[in-house]
């Protein structure tokens, strides 16, 4: 059946969802030879690179299914998957939704500490896990688990299978966490109806996107992110390549170049490590899209791609290739389930000053007053709420967090806002990172951070700190990464103290180079913006 026909059915069959596109295509007469999912490790005796079709895919899930359920995993029973490898995550996630348990994929940056205590909260029945985290966990009180080799998962027999799961929209398919490397996980469910509602509202509903052809991802397997590029990518008939690697600008750069992907999937971490390359020394040309997703990217880092690659446009002399490609902006979170704004940058587009965009035809979005619940005015910054049937249900065993983000029917993101005369929406901050200055003035790290970005060339990346003094007063440090070539000894304090807020620029007290050897890597922005202010804090106070 052709690939349109194909989508089609899929957005017209209403028990399609997250948990279950993989036996859906095969339902609906998707070729056996077709695409299903390529690894940049080696798995199951296939060649790193090498995609798998759909069938080969069909069948390394199926042995998983049948491995799984031997070792007596049934429906409903929840799964931790603590891994490295891509191959690993997601292979082990398609065999626990095959039998309708409850995978939770889990960064794998956790400390072992943190993740025994994750493990232990999730009141799960099984651990699968390589060798280098059961390591990692060796001594830890796994609360009598039973902890399985998953390099053993895929030796089972796919005649063996049980039939596969039944999903009802309301089912759980998978757990994911929004942190884990700087404080204790928060587990988040997915529905299999919440985390494929967006993918069948507006990647199913028209014709495929230029770039969405054959796509990398750089973004973290163990991610809600992840599992909707591969039900995106599956669905869509598109080739799919999940790295492994995703913070390492130099290995994305090599994969791009290696695998001739049309499109890049990554978080906004992932442009800022490919800031530190000159992109017209690489063989770019196939990539006409960047998407994004997470935090919002950054003028400067969204620039420098979409003068690379190459893309199709329409002229009066018909379709031809030029110079430059897209980039698709979208924050979102875990929590979210997909993103709720989208904007596309151009070489000659100019709506950039952390602008988000539009929200999608499926979001309901508000910016509200926290203490009255109401929405603000037209330019002044709120809480951004969001209805959506894409939110995930709640956090698994946790109803006080579940309720605690809720407010007049919205959920509560944790980001700060504000949008424009024009319906156009600005992301300014987390609201854990937002600073009172008093009299009506804030400090906004992410908006801070744009702004110093804009202003001082030689930046590449940069952190804002801020930190409230014994006496009660304010003190702004500021952490650069300088592109390669500039001048570690120059001094920027005046330079970033002008990009500033004038009330912002008063509280600066340092502006210091961070070397690149010292910058930490993340699997977020968020993470590494976190991971950074701590180090440089307890520099602060041992100095």
Known sequence: MASTNIRAALAADPTVGAGNVLHKLIEHGAPLDGPGMAFDTPVDGFPAWQGLTLGELYTRAAARAAWLHAAGIRRRDPVAIYVTNAADCFLNWMGLTWLGAIPALMNPNIPGEIAAEYIRKLRGVALLADAEHRERLDGQDLAGIAVHDVAETGTGDPASAPVAFRHHPDDPIAITHSSGTTRMPTAVVHSHASLFHATRRIRLSGPRAQGTERILSALPAPHAAGIMTINHALSNRSELLFMSRQNDGAAV??????????????????????????????????????????????????????????????????????????????????????????????????????????????????????????????????????????????????????????LAGYYLTGDLMYRDEEGYYYHVDRAVDSVDLGGGEWLYTAMSEERILRAVPDVRDCTVVSVRTAGGGIVTDVLLSLHAGADPSVDHTEEVRAALTPAAGATLRRVVVFPDDDIVLGPTGKVRKFLMRQRHLAEMANA
């Open 253 to 406: 750069l090599e994969a791009i170049e290696r695998w001739k992907p049309t499109g890049v999937f990554g978080f906004a971490v992932t442009w800022a490590e490919l800031a530190r390359f000159d992109l017209d020394a690489h063989e770019l040309d196939s990539v006409s899209l960047w998407f994004n997703t997470g935090d919002c990217a950054h003028e400067p880092h969204i620039r420098h791609l979409v003068n690379a690659g190459s893309r199709m446009v329409v002229t009066r002399e018909g379709v031809r290739r030029v110079k430059g490609s897209s980039f698709v902006d979208g924050l979102g979170s875990t929590e979210m389930g997909h993103s709720a704004f989208h904007i596309t940058h151009r070489s000659d587009t100019e709506r950039y000053g952390r602008c988000v965009g539009v929200p999608h035809v499926f979001a309901d979005v508000a910016l509200l007053d926290t203490e009255t619940g109401q929405e603000v005015p037209v330019g002044a910054v709120g809480h951004f709420g969001l209805k959506s049937p894409t939110l995930a249900p709640g956090y698994w065993n946790d109803h006080v967090n579940t309720y605690r983000n809720r």
